[in-house]
């Protein structure tokens, strides 16, 4: 009879070599899953940024798909994918901005500069609302349905790549990843 400590580390392993098997066969291995996919999104706690609208939990479910969009100042990559959320916008895009642990006078130097692409904008300056949705790190980027559905979550910036393989089949209706 086998004692019950030798059988451990083929359990162990077994365990692992599930685990592995399951990460290695999503789509993309290096995108991270979003908890809220399909599900409701979570609540909207955001504090005023100057002169700026904060967008509420109504405006998760205003009717019409949207971006809501986690990003610093100090982030580098936010910098980079700030000209795409510009040129989603004025597309028509509605994107919302959560300005995520930032200083704002930092914030308002950095819309000053890039411009503001955010329909509302408002921040999460002790990161409570981030906490809550999931990020991990900004910048990150949510595509919420108009009944205020999360339908993707693309964690890093929204290059054009991103915008034309996954945000815009979503945007148009054609996918619900």
């Known amino acids: 009879m086998a004692k019950p400590l030798m059988m451990l580390p083929p359990l162990i392993f077994a365990g692992l070599a ?17 908890a809220f996919a399909g599900k409701e999104a979570p609540a909207v706690q955001l504090e005023q940024l100057a002169d700026f ?18 990003w610093a100042s100090w982030c580098a990559p936010c910098r980079v994918e700030h000209p795409n959320l510009e040129a989603l916008a004025q597309e028509g895009v509605q994107v919302l901005g959560v300005n995520y642990k930032d200083k704002p006078e930092q914030a308002l130097g950095f819309l000053g500069e890039l411009g503001n692409p955010y329909a509302k904008l408002g921040a999460d300056s002790k990161g409570r609302m981030a906490l809550d949705w999931g990020v991990y790190g900004v910048p990150e980027t949510f595509v919420v349905s108009g009944d205020g559905k999360v339908l993707f979550r693309f964690a890093g910036p929204v290059t054009q790549r991103v915008i034309e393989q996954k945000l815009r089949p979503l945007l148009e209706g054609k996918t619900s990843e």
């Not at 609208?53 to 986690?70: H, Q, W, Y």
């Open 18 to 34: 599930g685990m592995f098997v399951w990460g290695m066969a999503r789509d993309n291995p290096k995108q991270l899953p979003s």
């Open 53 to 70: 609208t904060p967008f509420t939990d109504a405006d998760l479910r205003s009717g019409e798909i949207k971006l809501v969009n986690f």
